[in-house]
């Protein structure tokens, strides 16, 4: 028997179609703010709209927040689409991406990164998504991490050049947190305070016996080691770099970027 206490099925389905109209509503009110943001800008200030400070808060904060059965995973997602998107309307700009048999994730995370609205252009190569974010100033990179053929990061952060500024995904799970398995890159206009990690190329003169936590890639090139070391922002370039190199002599180390790191769900 039915308890008269418990509210009806089509009592709790109005209550989620309340919800859903309410959140609709709330995305729309979005949408006007953003128009307005978008004419402030116009006399304000100039160049991309990605903000990977802001973006690492919000889900921070997501992540604190969080409670009940909801995967906190969709959430930051929800949340990344809908960051990305509003990004996206104020400042129309495509993700380069290396896509290949090597990397048959990156659409994936790219696709969860960025949005589905944001267009992707596919590239065979780290070299080629660097060479197209320093000839297009307001589009944004996708380059996987881990060991590579070349040392593509070592053309990160010269004059005019892109540098990192934030990993991917944006969340790593606390049980077994595992490295970021992307890095984003951008104009070297974009601002990067706030963020919380230093990011240094590193060249070693030989590949060090054990590979530690603080290397996110790694390449042989020219007899010479390279690696992509990351640390604290309060941390020198050497001390980043002495962390990374386990012992071996340390020939090289320059800043290439910042990033936040991943929020631990």
Avoid: C
Wanted: charged share 20%; net charge negative.
């Amino acid at each position: 028997m039915t308890d008269p206490t418990l509210p009806s099925l089509a009592d709790l389905r109005g209550e989620i179609d309340r919800i859903d109209a309410a959140m609709h509503g709330l995305l729309m009110e979005r949408g006007q703010i953003i128009e307005r943001l978008i004419e402030v800008k116009k006399t304000a200030e100039t160049g991309s709209a990605f903000r990977p400070a802001r973006e690492a808060d919000v889900v921070r904060r997501l992540v604190d927040n969080h409670k009940g059965r909801l995967p906190v995973e969709l959430v930051v997602q929800i949340w990344r689409q809908i960051i990305s998107t509003f990004t996206y309307v104020q400042s129309p700009h495509s993700v380069h991406v290396v896509m290949g048999p090597e990397q048959e994730n990156a659409r994936e995370l790219a696709r969860f990164h960025f949005g589905f609205g944001v267009p992707l252009v596919k590239h065979s190569s780290p070299a080629s998504v660097v060479a197209a974010i320093a000839r297009d100033r307001g589009d944004l990179g996708l380059i996987g991490l881990g060991p590579a053929r070349e040392p593509w990061w070592e053309k990160l952060g010269g004059s005019g050049q892109p540098i990192a500024m934030a990993t991917a995904p944006a969340i790593a799970r606390a049980a077994s947190p595992r490295p970021p398995q992307a890095l984003v890159i951008g104009h070297p206009s974009i601002d990067t305070a706030g963020l919380d990690t230093r990011l240094v190329a590193v060249t070693l003169a030989g590949r060090p016996a054990v590979e530690v936590d603080a290397v996110l890639a790694s390449a042989d090139e020219g007899g010479r080691h390279h690696l992509l070391a990351w640390g604290p922002r309060e941390a020198s370039e050497a001390e980043i770099a002495q962390d990374a190199a386990s012992g071996m002599a340390v020939e090289a180390a320059r800043t290439v970027g910042y990033t936040a790191r991943p929020i631990a769900a």
